[in-house]
């Protein structure tokens, strides 16, 4: 059950992001036609790509809520980090897109930018951080990588903004001969948004390999373990992500002079605990460590 109001909570913030990029695309696309702006145009193409990107992330989202089947028993959501190499793909996409329009144009005279693009950017720029904020909180509550690397994308046209802005008011505030500032700003951004890519991808690298980076939730298995009634101790724990759930390979140490069935008893005792208290695991597979008791006469 949280796993499935996860799903329909980043269902719901990706399309937020869809509508929010397609309205952002139009208006910067009209605001750079008519305010004589190449970098607000290069920006609308970036907020264009991203409607795609986030219709790639609202893809996986619904294919990673298939049930576990015969072929797949740890379920579908392996496809998220998938995802998100995708999206990582249009983010260096829209980067080489900017930086080759943004060369184009500073070879090219054109006219200087009008001022009121400036209180376009400024509103653009506080919405789409805004925007990233609340869709990586999304994407951290409910552990949806392809989510978080969706909110990277509103930070990225927040980058882009902000470079244009930049520009656009060195063009004004010097004047001719400083037409293309905001493209020099615009092909500036292109770098910022390659980092972003870099730090999207890096975590669903390591989902897909395995990675263990939880700690944190290691130890929260370990202490709820050796609160389950014949539960001694534990050793492994190896830990792997997969959508929004986390899979758990544990060992834990019981009393080695008991029957087999008590030690499968509290193996299934130390599961169920394990899923009610971490309602985020998904598979918990638990092999029993018989140890010996001393026994002082």
């Known amino acids: 059950m949280p796993t499935q109001l996860n799903q329909q909570k980043a269902i719901k913030a990706t399309w937020f992001s869809i509508a929010g990029n397609f309205v952002l695309a139009v208006l910067k696309f009209l605001a750079g036609f008519f305010g004589n702006s190449y970098a607000l145009i290069a920006d609308a193409i970036e907020s264009s790509s991203d409607v795609f990107a986030s219709f790639l992330v609202l893809f996986g989202l619904h294919y990673a809520r ?16 998938l995802i998100t190499f995708l999206v990582v793909g249009f983010l260096i996409f829209s980067a080489l897109v900017i930086a080759h329009e943004s060369i184009q144009n500073i070879q090219v005279p054109h006219k200087l930018p009008k001022p009121f693009t400036l209180w376009v950017l400024g509103a653009i720029i506080l919405w789409k951080e805004l925007s990233f904020r609340w869709v990586f909180g999304k994407g951290k509550e409910t552990n949806s990588s392809s989510l978080k690397a969706d909110a990277w994308h509103h930070r990225s046209d927040a980058i882009t903004s902000i470079a244009a802005f930049v520009g656009i008011s060195i063009a004004l505030w010097f ?19 390659l980092y972003n890519a870099y730090l999207i991808f890096r975590p669903a690298l390591g989902e897909i390999m395995d990675e263990h980076v939880y700690q944190e939730l290691e130890t929260q298995i370990r202490t709820v373990s050796l609160t389950v ?18 899979h758990v390979d544990l060992h834990a140490v019981v009393d080695g002079s008991i029957s087999v069935r008590e030690g499968h008893d509290a193996a299934h005792r130390l599961k169920n605990t394990l899923q009610d208290q971490l309602p985020d695991l998904g598979n918990v ?3 029993v460590e018989p140890r010996e008791l001393r026994i002082e006469n």
């Not at 014949?230 to 986390?246: H, N, P, S, V, W």
Request: proline share 9%; net charge negative.
């Open 66 to 81: 298939k049930p576990a089947d015969k072929n797949h028993p740890y379920g579908h959501g392996r496809v998220e980090p």
């Open 175 to 193: 004047g001719p001969g400083y037409e293309s500032a905001d493209d020099w700003a615009a092909l500036l951004a292109t770098g910022f948004i």
């Open 229 to 246: 009634p014949g539960i001694l101790d534990t050793e492994k724990c190896f830990i792997r992500k997969a959508g929004m759930q986390y």
């Open 285 to 287: 597979l638990i092999h």
